[in-house]
């Protein structure tokens, strides 16, 4: 993969920062645009901005061609077996959201499980915790090893007969662990349970086959793939999704409506009520074709070798604590000695490097990696062995203005 031809197609990156050249190691949290996603969304805005599925004019048909395209585009990215398959939504949230408001609240009762693990976001627990009071389910965390890996035996401890629901994270975006979906999501189905996988962290950097890892639900975002902001993709096999009830009611999703009841609109259009997020979605293909033209293995690659080779500069530092396993995904998360994050994060933006610090949407995570917050560094298809030695030299420098709790 040729780094600096991708980099040259992000034009956010070539500015500096506080007198410095920016070194941008927070994809994890939101990635950059490349220009062809940015021409993209201009194109639509310029060229075609209309509603879609209701007008038969030109710049309608226009507008529904390129958002039904996009829907395409996605079902082949993650080899979906229809479009019906594939839902837009506001995000990797709002797709969550949906499964435990729909499926949950229709199929869920005392003494049901819903098993999720201490690792997962915020927006792959709290949803599980209000259907869980809702339906009076239980809510049970499968553990984690000291390295925060997952054993499959724990697995089949914890996922029972009663187990309903498993609700679980690909890739970790704290500490990068790839968690074996594929294997819990077979140990699941001989429970006759679900399995919600949340890729927001997964899909952006390797190849997604749910046939292959026989997801029941997978969901994802499109601003962390180079994609825009607003948008996102909940997959539903086609059975559960028929059998679902929509939870936002209104225009588009309807099929017929009667003055005391109303039907709905055949899949994937019944979960989309309402004007649809069509400039995102556009944007979101144009992501797709972007990423399938540098090809998802050799981005994996590339974040692989970066993430290794992070972790073997940055523990010359002196007072480094790094969290997770060996094997990871292209992130890296760490405490400096005594600093805190925050202070950490505003030394190295002070040199042009962008970090994330806090807890990063992962409360019980923190808590059972007994500490109040983190920083991290992660990576993507457009950084550099370069901009790491930077990262290490800011570290250097914050050392030294930290010096006394060293």
């Avoid at 594929?182 to 349970?193: D, F, G, P, T």
């Avoid at 952006?204 to 086959?209: F, L, V």
């Avoid at 990262?391 to 010096?403: D, I």
Wanted: glycine content about 8%; some cysteine; charged content about 25%.
């Amino acid at each position: 993969m040729d780094v600096k031809a991708v980099r040259n197609e992000f034009p956010i990156l070539h500015q500096e920062v506080n007198g410095h050249p920016l070194v941008y190691l927070d994809s994890s949290a939101t990635s950059q645009k490349p220009r062809k996603v940015i021409e993209k969304l201009d194109e639509y805005y310029r060229g075609y901005n209309s509603n879609v599925h209701r007008g038969v004019h030109t710049l309608g048909t226009k507008a529904t061609d390129e958002y039904e395209g996009a829907r395409e585009k996605v079902r082949r990215f993650i080899n979906a077996s229809s479009i019906q398959e594939v839902i837009f939504t506001r995000g990797t949230t709002t797709a969550i959201n949906t499964v435990a408001s729909s499926y949950g609240r229709a199929n869920f009762q005392p003494g049901d499980e819903i098993v999720i693990t201490p690792m997962e976001h915020h927006s792959n627990i709290i949803p599980w915790q209000q259907i869980a009071k809702e339906t009076g389910a239980t809510l049970k965390y499968m553990p984690l090893q000291p390295d925060g890996t997952i054993r499959l035996e724990d697995a089949k401890e914890t996922i029972t007969s009663n187990t309903k629901m498993v609700a679980i994270m690909q890739v970790s975006n704290v500490l990068g662990t790839i968690n074996p979906v594929k294997e819990i999501a077979r140990i699941a189905h001989e429970q006759n349970a679900v399995i919600l996988v949340d890729g927001a962290q997964s899909a952006p950097h390797m190849k997604i086959d749910v046939q292959d890892l026989d997801a029941d639900f997978f969901a994802f975002s499109g601003h962390k793939m180079c994609g825009p902001t607003g948008i996102g993709v909940l997959y539903g096999k086609k059975a559960l999704l028929n059998d679902m009830e929509p939870v936002e009611f209104g225009g588009e999703m309807i099929d017929f409506v009667n003055l005391y009841d109303s039907t709905w609109k055949e899949l994937p259009w019944k979960f989309e009520g309402g004007t649809p997020i069509i400039a995102g979605a556009v944007g979101l293909g144009a992501a797709i074709d972007f990423l399938n033209d540098i090809g998802l293995d050799q981005i994996q690659e590339h974040e692989h070798k970066l993430a290794q080779y992070a972790m073997d500069r940055m523990q010359t530092v002196e007072g480094m604590q790094i969290y997770g396993p060996e094997e990871r995904a292209g992130l890296v998360t760490f405490n400096l000695a005594d600093v805190h994050p925050h202070d950490l994060a505003t030394v190295l933006d002070a040199e042009g490097i962008a970090v994330r610090a806090g807890h990063h949407c992962a409360q019980p995570l923190m808590r059972w990696l007994d500490v109040s917050a983190t920083a991290r560094a992660s990576f993507y298809l457009y950084n550099t062995e370069e901009e790491i030695d930077r990262l290490v030299e800011g570290l250097q420098t914050t050392k030294e203005y930290f010096g006394d709790v060293f």
